[in-house]
């Protein structure tokens, strides 16, 4: 070969590995890290060809990464492995959680969709199609503050690829009881059809608990409790102070409300907890019965909190708007975003503490400053 056509083979090659695309391929496969706050679409290609990724979080904090894999051809039995972040200074150790994350398909009527995490216990990648890898690692309040360090361990195809994961954990600690108070809606009966059970069977009441229990752990508090709000195995879940907010039950016997208020009020937690037995009024009768649950509640439950979501004015007439017929009856705005109306129906009022909930149950916020 002429010396010409050697040079001009070394400037080909040379320019293709300049315009090859960043990434860490090897067997087919790229990997590439991503945070944990973007949405990983199936056609996502790597940006970066870091091989590590730096964490931080305070003590009693959860904090994640994703690892993306995509290949050009199918594979199956991809192995990955994740050491406990160790620190070199003391030897404590934190274990880390695997979840695959799973599309919903057609969203909107358009490509699938990230959301899901499932518990990763196998892996195997579509040709062509972007699949992350949800690392997550949780801080207990006695992990001393400092630099860990993680190793991970991708095998396929009879191939290696490892990287490298770091955690700082600083100096303070998150409370246990969140700042944020929260009220989010999990249904029962769409968590058994989802899960293929019975609604009412132990297995639907099993996976209602593992659900509430998933949300609390992440600082959500849902509606209902998973239990009978009478029962004992209520007492735990009303003390734990991981709970924001909960929903109590609306008797139609005056003496049964009293009783259930007394309960909730000997065991601290009527503060917390909220009447929610009508929602979204639009029609006169409606409103009516709005009426009389809050003087219901006057006389029975001193100190209620009572929310009713609305997202429109009342049907009938245009001389009132629903912020009007709401006034003096809700202690808890929550319009639907759309409709929230700042000026000056929703200002507070001398006398009548009302709060908004904001954003449809999203966001909740107290006329005292405080949350919910």
Not at 264 to 290: H, I, M, T
């Amino acid at each position: 070969m002429s010396w010409i056509m050697k040079n001009l083979l070394k400037i080909c090659l040379g320019w293709s590995l300049l315009l090859a695309p960043p990434s860490s391929g090897w067997c087919g496969m790229q990997a590439w890290f991503v945070h944990s706050a973007n949405k990983i679409l199936q056609d996502a290609t790597p940006t970066e060809t870091r091989k590590s990724w730096s964490l931080a979080a305070a003590r009693g904090e959860v904090e994640a990464c994703q690892l993306v894999l995509r290949s050009d051809r199918d594979l199956e039995r991809v192995s990955i492995q994740v050491t406990p972040f160790r620190q070199k200074r003391t030897g404590a150790s934190l274990h880390p959680e695997l979840y695959r994350v799973h599309y919903i398909p057609d969203v909107l009527g358009k490509v699938p969709y990230p959301d899901p995490l499932v518990p990763l216990d196998r892996l195997s990648l579509e040709s062509g199609k972007s699949q992350p890898v949800w690392i997550s690692v949780r801080v207990p309040q006695t992990a001393p503050a400092g630099i860990y360090q993680s190793t991970i361990r991708l095998s396929a195809g009879g191939q290696v690829w490892t990287g490298n994961l770091q955690l700082k954990v600083w100096n303070f600690s998150l409370p246990e009881t969140p700042s944020g108070v929260t009220a989010f809606g999990i249904d029962s009966a769409a968590i058994a059809r989802q899960h293929q059970v019975e609604p009412d069977s132990a297995q639907a009441k099993t996976l209602y608990a593992r659900y509430y229990e998933m949300l609390l752990d992440h600082k959500v508090s849902a509606y209902a409790l998973p239990v009978d709000i009478h029962s004992e195995a209520a007492i735990p879940y009303l003390k734990d102070p991981r709970m924001t907010s909960f929903m109590i039950p609306y008797p139609p016997e005056d003496e049964a409300l009293k009783n259930l208020v007394k309960r909730l009020v000997q065991l601290d937690a009527f503060s917390k907890g909220y009447f929610y037995p009508l929602d979204e009024p639009v029609k006169e009768d409606q409103y009516k019965r709005l009426m009389e649950i809050s003087e219901r509640l006057r006389r029975c439950a001193p100190g209620f909190r009572l929310v009713s979501p609305f997202f429109r004015n009342p049907d009938w007439g245009e001389s009132q708007t629903a912020y009007d017929l709401m006034t003096g009856r809700l202690n808890i705005w929550c319009p639907n975003s759309h409709f929230f109306d700042t000026e000056p129906k929703t200002r507070p009022h001398p006398g009548r503490p009302e709060s908004p909930w904001r954003g449809g149950m999203v966001v909740c916020l107290l006329r005292t400053g405080k949350t919910l």
